[in-house]
């Protein structure tokens, strides 16, 4: 979205995380931005909003000062901290309880925040094109990528408009068709 070059290394999953990569990532977490100085920047969120900082004016998102900032700041930090971890309770159960019977009530749990969260999202788009100011930020792109990660697509296009007519914009967009080829976020 910036147009600068950056070179793009596939981590595939392995059972043993490659120790290597644990240097760059201890959570053993993709994506991971490494910088020109060889400092690395593990977190979706995080590199979204520096991203945005490192090139203003490329319609990442709005820097310190600029209108919209308040509310991409809110928006990327209300999916990396509610959407997001939502998400990671749905498909890593395991890591929310000690107890193995109660896996299923993690999911359902999590599948009723992703719910109410997901009506958040699609209340603040009623009216609107995205969800800061009057273009495409980042903040549209991590979206899409949390809703391609809710476990009934069909369900989320239905019950959240507002949400999917975005979506599906993004979806529609060359670039990020092109980077859903190898990921397979979304049916091609």
């Known amino acids: 979205m910036a147009g600068v070059a950056f070179e793009q290394i596939d981590v595939p999953k392995t059972p043993e995380p ?3 990569f644990l240097k760059i990532s201890p959570m053993h977490q993709v994506p991971v931005l490494v910088l020109p100085d060889g400092r690395a ?10 991203l945005a900082e490192l090139h203003p004016g490329k319609g990442l998102g709005p820097i310190a000062g600029e209108p919209g900032r308040a509310d991409f700041l809110r928006w990327m930090a ?17 890591r929310s309880t000690t107890d193995s ?11 009723v925040e992703m719910d109410k969260e997901m009506t958040i999202l ?6 609107r094109d995205w969800l800061v100011g009057d273009s495409r930020t980042i903040a549209d792109v991590y ?23 975005v ?15 190898p990921h397979e ?4």
């Open 101 to 111: 019977a109660g896996l299923d009530a993690v999911k359902q749990a999590a599948v």
């Open 167 to 181: 979506c599906a914009r993004l979806r529609a967009d060359p670039m990020l068709a092109a980077l859903n080829g």
């Open 41 to 50: 920047v593990p977190e979706t969120a995080a590199i979204s909003l520096l």
């Open 185 to 188: 976020m979304w049916p091609a």
């Open 143 to 165: 979206m899409l990528m949390l809703v391609c990660w809710y476990p009934d697509m069909d369900k989320a296009r239905a019950a959240w408009p507002n949400v999917e007519r």
């Open 18 to 20: 490659d120790p290597e």
């Open 122 to 127: 699609d209340s603040a788009l009623a009216g």
């Open 78 to 94: 209300f999916m990396a901290t509610a959407i997001y971890m939502a998400n990671l309770r749905y498909y890593y159960p395991h």
